[in-house]
């Protein structure tokens, strides 16, 4: 018989983690966090599901939602850190405090949760939502391409560093039709409007929508998730979709080749947006 497994997962009220949710949470234990109260309605069906509340941009409530944590169990089989937000538009004049948030949400919170729940890790698995992103090639979201980066980096220092045997995985998928994409456009608006790139800020705007409708379903990532989850010797990294897979190949590529090759993409992309009007 498969035992009966506990997870912590943030970012469990919508798109990729909220698909995990469903799926784990048939056979398993899951503390299952929301920012927005509002949006647990759906979960309380299931008695497998332990709801707390974390703001990964309030110190306060990730230490609050640490120690519940450790109120109700010994012990953790994985942590999922699922949260996360896009800050986009261009370098020059994106405000330091938009990037500093963009860390905030996708990095600096999500080692400050794992750091306070290592005692309950060991021998456990810490699964991150980092991204193809993490390559970091796609100019206007520099912030979310960084963040996701910092990420891997830190939790795989983090890997290697620790003694009781805690696994890090890294996923990164490339575009999932999840509601992430439209609230980028929303919370970034000011920001995308900007007369010097507003080619560019449209052809952003118009691929968002489309990836929200024509993205992978997030069922392919669970499904990854299940088989990183699932594995004896998980593999450090594992890229979901064929733009993701490509993506993390052309990384491979010296600096300025790929500059030369990301100009050119965006340039036709921008064309290519600005003749569909
Ligand atoms: N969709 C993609 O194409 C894609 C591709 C690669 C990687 N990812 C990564 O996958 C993860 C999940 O994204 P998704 O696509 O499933 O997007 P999503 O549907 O927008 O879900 C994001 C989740 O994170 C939560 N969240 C956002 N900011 C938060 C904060 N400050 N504090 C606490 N929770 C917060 C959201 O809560 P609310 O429901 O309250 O908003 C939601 O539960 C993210 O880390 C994202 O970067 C997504």
């Not at 707390?52 to 953790?76: L, R, V």
């Not at 790139?197 to 449209?202: I, K, V």
Request: net charge positive.
């Amino acid at each position: 018989m498969k035992r009966t497994k506990t997870y912590v997962i943030t970012g469990a009220t919508s798109g990729i983690g909220y698909a995990i949710l469903q799926k784990l949470s048939k056979d398993n234990i899951i503390f299952a966090g929301y920012r927005n109260s509002d949006k647990i309605q759906n979960w309380e069906i299931n008695k497998n599901i332990i709801p707390f509340y974390i703001d990964m941009e309030i110190s306060d409530s990730i230490k609050n939602a640490a120690e519940f944590i450790k109120s109700k169990t010994k012990k953790i089989d994985t942590l999922l850190n699922v949260a996360g937000c896009v800050v986009a538009g261009a370098v020059e004049e994106i405000s330091i405090e938009d990037i500093k948030r963009q860390f905030e949400v996708n990095t600096f919170s999500h080692l400050d949760f794992t750091q306070r729940l290592l005692p309950l890790l060991d021998g456990g698995k810490i699964i991150n939502i980092s991204s193809m992103a993490s390559y970091g090639m796609f100019p206007f979201v520099a912030p979310y391409c960084a963040s996701k980066r910092a990420l891997d980096i830190l939790f795989n220092s983090l890997a290697l560093e620790n003694k009781n045997n805690i696994k890090y995985i890294s996923i990164k998928p490339g575009a999932i039709a999840t509601p992430l994409w439209s609230k980028s456009i929303e919370n970034n608006r000011e920001n995308l409007k900007n007369d010097n790139f507003n080619a560019a800020h449209n052809y952003l705007i118009q691929n968002a929508l489309k990836n929200e409708k024509k993205g992978l379903n997030v069922k392919k990532v669970v499904n990854i998730v299940l088989k990183a989850d699932s594995a004896k010797n998980p593999k450090a990294s594992y890229t979901v979709g064929y733009d993701a897979f490509f993506v993390k190949i052309a990384s491979r590529l010296p600096q300025n080749i790929l500059n030369k090759i990301i100009k050119l993409g965006l340039k036709i992309k921008i064309k290519g947006n600005d003749n569909d009007k």
